[in-house]
């Protein structure tokens, strides 16, 4: 499976209906973004089982600035609707391969009661 489109449209419905979103923000004009296409082109061929997104910040300006994007390419990867790795720059596949091991294996358990925790912590006193 190759990557997919996400757009406003569709983005919702993609991380609500999918265990593991990867998502690659980049532009047209990046060399960097272009240089990091068939490094995530392939993983998504590799990885059939997780989407893998692309949105292109210059025509999804709303879901970039929802995502604070700073700077391209970066990498998000949302997990059961939970954000659980983010990343500015271009990865080597070797880093991407990590990244997809590491996602896979959370315990997401776990990441809903750290998330849990901290939002109690942030509760005044």
């Keep these: 499976m190759s990557s997919v489109e996400i757009t406003a449209d569709n983005f ?3 991380v609500a209906n999918n265990e593991i979103v990867f998502l690659d923000f980049w532009a047209e004009w990046c060399g960097p973004c272009r240089g990091f296409a068939p490094v ?3 993983a998504a061929a590799a990885n059939p089982d997780i989407v893998f997104g692309k949105i292109d910040t210059e025509a999804q300006q709303e879901l970039a600035s929802t995502f604070q994007i700073r ?3 970066t990498i998000a990867v949302i997990r059961d609707n939970i954000m659980v790795f983010r990343e500015s720059g271009a990865l080597p ?3 991407l391969q990590q990244v997809i ?3 896979r294996g959370l315990d ?3 990441v809903r009661a750290e998330i ?3 939002q109690d912590g942030a509760q005044p006193g």
């Design 108 to 110: 997401m358990e776990q």
């Design 40 to 42: 995530y082109e392939a």
């Design 101 to 103: 091991e590491g996602v």
């Design 116 to 118: 849990a925790s901290q």
């Design 71 to 73: 700077s391209i390419p």
């Design 12 to 14: 919702n419905d993609t």
């Design 93 to 95: 596949a070797s880093s």
